[in-house]
């Protein structure tokens, strides 16, 4: 199976700083990751995917980083903004099963 | 192009009683899922549907029921409604032949049993 964890159930930073949310996943046989981003009261919004043939890609402001080895997948939030506040999910995916296995949340909080 | 949409959006239930959530896509997604949303337990499947007529058990899927008669639907049952159903459900379709596997979620409805 697969079991996907989380190092930091909540992060505050500074409007302007840059934010890093990590995510451990159990199965090394996993070949898709993908982060969500969750506003209160919405359903989880896709915000950037890797593949496991690739250890880091960016998107706008955000970069997600994969690193095979000890399992183990991180999101960047370059100059975060209080938009950015939200819950935020990696969910990992293996193979030919079309299920995600999704992480508890992080709750990053953005101070002005 | 509305994506994915969920209706209703809040529902109060009696203890036995039953209900439908319905869930649909524009997109013409293959696979499609529900999950429930509780405090701090992230999202659990309930059950999914990789192609019209066809269903699948999930993580959870004690006391709910599905179907998918057309490829755009995907029906969730309470067949008789427990405290312990009530959470925030979404429900999220994925993969088409043109686009990747990520997942594409509804609103959530938010479901209170007394």
């Known amino acids: 199976g697969e079991s996907v964890g989380l190092h930091l159930p909540t992060l505050s930073v500074q409007e302007g700083d840059n934010s890093i949310i990590n995510c451990a996943y159990s199965?090394?046989?996993?070949?898709?990751f993908i982060w969500y981003k969750q506003e209160s009261g919405k359903g989880p919004q896709f915000i950037i995917d890797i593949r496991s043939n690739m250890d880091k890609r960016q998107g706008q402001r955000v970069t997600v980083l994969l690193n095979k080895t000890v399992k183990h997948l991180s999101l960047q939030i370059a100059a975060t903004q209080p938009g950015d506040s939200a819950v935020y999910f990696c969910?990992?995916?293996?193979?030919?099963?079309?299920?995600?296995?999704f992480g508890k949340g992080t709750l990053l909080t953005v101070n002005p | 192009n509305a994506g994915v949409t969920q209706t209703p959006k809040f529902r109060v239930l009696k203890t036995g009683q039953s209900m439908t959530l319905l869930c649909a896509q524009d997109?013409?997604?293959?696979?499609m899922y529900w999950y429930r949303q509780d405090p701090g337990m992230g999202l659990r499947l309930i059950h999914y549907?990789?192609?019209?007529?066809?269903?699948a058990k999930g993580e959870v899927p004690d006391g709910y029921n599905v179907s998918r008669l057309k490829k755009q639907n995907f029906l969730l049952g309470l067949e008789s409604a427990a405290p312990s159903q009530t959470s925030v459900y979404f429900c999220a379709s994925s993969y088409s032949t043109s686009g990747g596997f990520e997942q594409y979620f509804g609103p959530g409805t938010r479901l209170t049993v007394t």
């Open positions: 969910a990992v995916l293996r193979g030919s099963n079309y299920k995600l296995t």
């Open positions: 199965n090394s046989a996993s070949d898709y």
């Open positions: 549907s990789v192609g019209e007529g066809t269903t």
């Open positions: 997109m013409n997604h293959e696979y």
